[in-house]
């Protein structure tokens, strides 16, 4: 993980500016029901993280070329609640690419099911590192300079 090079994705935007979410992968949509919430409607953070973790780890097996596991969590933000009932989309980019670990930068949007409005409710950073079936460190597959499907 010494390496520091960069995806093409994370160069074609400044570090603190992430591409517009119509070229960013969609990594997950889904709905908290009252399971994944407090008595008063507000969805643990913990559930969240488990999402953004699911969703990072998708971009990251289409970098690696299979399996990855989680290796560190760099940064994790909670920028508004989240409710039962909002409707969740999961945006992963790469931001750096190493000789066998890949960070994924997954943003979270909700659209209220109250108001139909869309808020950022949720930023972090998250490090994959590749494996093999020894589920031991590998390196990463070169890259063919082809954007990953956004779709």
């Known amino acids: 993980m010494n390496d520091t ?11 603190d500016q992430p591409r517009p979410a119509e070229q960013r992968f969609l990594a997950l949509r889904v709905m908290p029901m009252p ?3 407090n008595v008063h409607g ?16 998708q971009l990251a097996a289409r970098r ?17 609640p989240v409710f039962v009932g ?13 000789r066998t670990s890949v960070t ?7 659209k209220r099911m109250h108001d139909a409005q869309t808020v950022k409710v949720t930023e ?16 990463l597959p070169p890259h063919d300079g082809t954007a990953f499907d956004v779709g």
């Open 5 to 15: 090079s960069t995806s093409a994705s994370a160069q074609s935007a400044p570090a």
């Open 35 to 37: 399971a994944d919430a």
């Open 42 to 57: 507000d969805v643990f953070g913990g559930w969240i993280m488990a999402q953004v973790d699911i969703a990072g780890a």
């Open 64 to 80: 690696a070329g299979g399996r990855v596991a989680t290796i560190a969590v760099n940064s994790f933000v909670f920028k508004q």
């Open 86 to 98: 909002d409707l969740l989309s999961f945006y992963a980019d790469i931001v750096r690419v190493g």
């Open 104 to 110: 994924i930068l997954v943003e979270v949007f909700a």
């Open 124 to 139: 972090a950073t998250l490090t994959y590192v590749a494996t093999g079936a020894d589920r031991k460190p590998r390196e």
